[in-house]
């Protein structure tokens, strides 16, 4: 996968390569008059590529349309990109579901499977259920484990570079976990693991509300909020890969957590307990008094968290998701803070793409890492340092 024509080419080969393999991708069966057209490359140096393609199973010969074939002469060759001579997945691991997405390489979405799981299992119960999905999509779908090119995970808590939970308090037996190493024994390929709310900013940058900004915060609302951010379209870890934990932030001098403030009793809330949670929304919109209060004070610790993190990276467009995002009434709340504390307050929006985020965001990470091998030209919007 990482070798387009064989060998070690030069940087100039590679760089065409590149070029006409991004010009396959965006264009319908072109041939190679297009492909010289639109890369601006010589008819000569495009047959080498596409010839070099062909031996990558990359590019194949695409059969002409009705019309070219009933043309007098022989029809010009037509090619398109092999989005099926790999595979990748993406993979969400949260506190109450696992989920997993399939596409070819050219990221399109070609199956997806996602099962519940306990808020209290055990890490080893949590893999099992990761592995039970991906073999049934797998299974579903008739690709093979073989195709797999790179595996993109979402989860919750603090990341290093090589897949490993340094800090994880929203998942049992989680901090600590060497989630990468675990997960690459069940698969041939990389696996690439990432922070959940990173993943989601990578997600609505990618095909979500953030599409056309690159200054973005994606806010992963709940009771331990977290955030991921681009900044001028890459994203933005940190050096230990905890920027954007906005969850910590009652520890500066405000020690009332959030799963006090959204209790209506004088017992915090379990933060992993997503029923008591949506039964605090529900009497709060029955018009339940305490129960509007305690959302009333949960909206506002959120959106001056929000503020704290806009304040340091001035972003275009705030994002919000997690169960937070269907909240009644969150945006105008959030906008009024915005515009009363920061400086240059960003637009807000809501996710487009829901609990789909964090597992589309993993996709692309393992897309990125697949384009990098095959274009290794200039860095990615996930690469690592």
Known sequence: ????????????????????????????????????????????????????????????????????????????????????????????????????????????????????????????????????????????????????????????????????????????????????????????????????????????????AATESDDIVFVLAGLSPGAGSLIGGRLHRGFGGAAGEIGALHLLGRDVTPERLLSTTDTPLDPLDEHAVAAVFAKARRGDEQAQAAVERFIQRLVHDVAALVLALDPELVVIGGWAAGLDGVLDPLRGELARYCLRPPRVTLSLLGEAAVATGALRLALDHVEEQLFAVEGTVTARR
């Open 1 to 208: 996968m990482g070798r387009l024509t064989g060998g070690d080419p030069s940087l100039l080969r590679r760089i065409n390569s590149a070029v006409v393999l991004h010009a396959l991708r965006g264009a319908e069966s072109p041939t190679l008059t297009d492909l010289t057209r639109i890369t601006g490359l010589s008819r000569p140096t495009v047959e080498g590529v596409v010839e070099g393609l062909f031996e990558a199973g990359l590019v194949v010969e695409s059969a002409p349309d009705g019309a070219e074939a009933r043309r007098q002469g022989r029809p010009a060759r037509r090619f398109r990109f092999r989005a099926e001579a790999g595979h990748l997945l993406g993979i969400e691991i949260g506190p109450h579901r696992v989920s997993a997405l399939l596409s070819g390489l050219d990221g399109r979405i070609i199956g997806a499977g996602s099962r519940e799981v306990s808020e209290t299992a055990c890490a080893d119960d949590r893999l099992d259920k990761v592995r039970t999905v991906v073999a049934d999509v797998l299974r579903r779908t008739g690709v093979a484990r073989s195709s797999l090119r790179a595996v993109g995970v979402g989860s919750p808590g603090i990341v290093e570079a090589d897949g490993t939970v340094r800090l994880g308090t929203a998942l049992p037996d989680w901090t600590g976990l060497a989630l990468g190493e675990r997960l690459r024994r069940s698969f041939r390929c990389p696996v690439l693991v990432e922070n959940d709310a990173n993943a989601a900013a990578v997600a609505e940058h990618w095909k979500g």
